[in-house]
């Protein structure tokens, strides 16, 4: 998966995440899980793009390290609206396994770019 997949994968998720947090119950805990779920989510493809356009590979690495943390923290958040019965479970898994699938990506390509470091 090239970057511009990437990209629009990210943006994806974002409109995604933006589309069940109106779902929620507009209850206090739903308020305050689509607040941090919302800017976690969002931040996933506004940082990826930034880490695209990082002036140098530790800046891209530093970025991608971001990104794996605000994939992961939606997972978080995608998790409690389970295991607190906000929503439907088959309406937020599918969410769920791409927050966790965008987090292993990140994890493996910011690896994958510190080991190339002191090669280029």
């Known amino acids: 998966?090239?970057?511009?997949?990437?990209?629009?994968?990210?943006?994806?998720?974002?409109?995604?995440?933006?589309?069940?947090?109106?779902?929620?119950?507009?209850?206090?805990?739903?308020?305050a899980i689509a607040g941090q779920l919302v800017r976690a989510g969002t931040s996933v493809g506004l940082n990826y793009r930034a880490a695209c356009r990082g002036r140098s590979r530790a800046e891209f690495v530093a970025k991608l390290g971001v990104v794996e943390e605000e994939a992961d923290e939606s997972a978080f958040w995608l998790?409690?609206?389970?295991?607190g019965s906000l929503l439907r479970p088959t309406l937020v898994q599918p969410l769920l396994d791409e927050a966790?699938?965008?987090?292993?990506?990140?994890?493996?390509?910011?690896i994958t770019a510190r080991s190339n470091l002191g090669n280029g």
Not at 79 to 83: G, H, M, S
């Open 1 to 31: 998966m090239d970057a511009d997949e990437l990209k629009k994968r990210t943006k994806l998720f974002a409109l995604r995440i933006l589309k069940l947090v109106d779902a929620l119950p507009k209850s206090t805990q739903g308020r």
């Open 79 to 83: 998790e409690l609206i389970i295991e």
């Open 100 to 110: 966790n699938e965008l987090t292993r990506i990140m994890a493996s390509s910011r």
